[in-house]
């Protein structure tokens, strides 16, 4: 069992910046990928961003390539995801997940075996 608690949610007027962790404990943090996913009021749960166990290798969905940045701490057992240019599109509850899969481009809710609580973001116009 993983246990996953995000925080470092907020409100942030377009174009700032705002940094999420992802604590987590349990089993072995650095065995797993990690990522990020988002659900905006009345839409679906959607991929965000993934690294691999030895955050050597990162996966970013189109909306947020360039601008969103994931990485790890195996040390600390935390992952990041500092998040910049912000849009209000980008406001969203964000959830931090673990797969144990070989993979790390790992795009799919199923895919991944624990979650967290998720933390708010709310980006303002």
């Known amino acids: 069992q993983v246990q996953l608690v995000e925080s470092g949610g907020g409100l942030v007027q377009a174009g700032g910046s705002l940094r999420l962790s992802c604590a987590g404990s349990?089993?072995?943090?650095?065995?797993?990928?990690m990522g990020w996913f988002r659900q905006a009021p009345e839409k679906e749960r959607e991929f965000v961003t993934a690294?691999?166990?030895?955050?050597?290798?990162?996966y970013y969905s189109d909306s947020v390539k360039g601008r969103f940045t994931i990485s790890r701490d195996n040390a600390k057992n935390t992952v990041y995801l500092q998040m910049n240019s912000l849009k209000p599109d980008d406001t969203a509850v964000y959830y931090c997940?673990?797969?144990?899969?070989?993979?790390?481009?790992?795009?799919?809710?199923?895919?991944?075996?624990?979650w967290g609580q998720g933390t708010q973001v709310t980006v303002s116009s």
């Open positions: 349990g089993r072995t943090f650095s065995n797993y990928a």
């Open positions: 997940a673990a797969s144990g899969r070989s993979s790390w481009r790992l795009g799919a809710s199923y895919e991944y075996d624990y």
């Open positions: 690294i691999s166990w030895s955050g050597a290798s990162t």
